[in-house]
């Protein structure tokens, strides 16, 4: 699957990162099936560089993330959110 960078099909928001986590493992587990879509979640209390470092170099077709950690990488310009095709709220 070819992609652009900074090109993200769907863009999950919670506050929960509970929840956040549990939806990254299910998508996780379709990797049998669907081995080129990349999953990457995003939640405070994890160093931001990491999360720039992870955009920067995976790539991922679908973000997983708390609403505060992705409105920071959106603001920060490390994020494009202008693409996202889908935005699911939890």
């Known amino acids: 699957m070819h992609r652009q ?3 993200y099909l769907i863009s999950f928001l919670s506050f929960w990162c509970l929840s956040l986590l549990q939806i990254c493992h299910e998508f996780e ?3 049998t099936y669907l081995p080129d879509i990349k ?3 995003f939640y405070g209390g994890v160093n931001i560089k990491i999360h720039k470092d992870l955009l920067k170099n995976e790539c991922p077709h679908i973000d997983v993330g ?3 950690r ?3 990488l959106a603001r920060e310009n490390d994020l494009s959110l202008r693409n996202v095709r889908h935005f699911i709220f939890l």
């Open 29 to 31: 587990s379709f990797s």
């Open 5 to 7: 960078s900074n090109f």
């Open 66 to 68: 708390t609403l505060g």
């Open 70 to 72: 992705i409105l920071a």
């Open 39 to 41: 999953v990457v979640v």
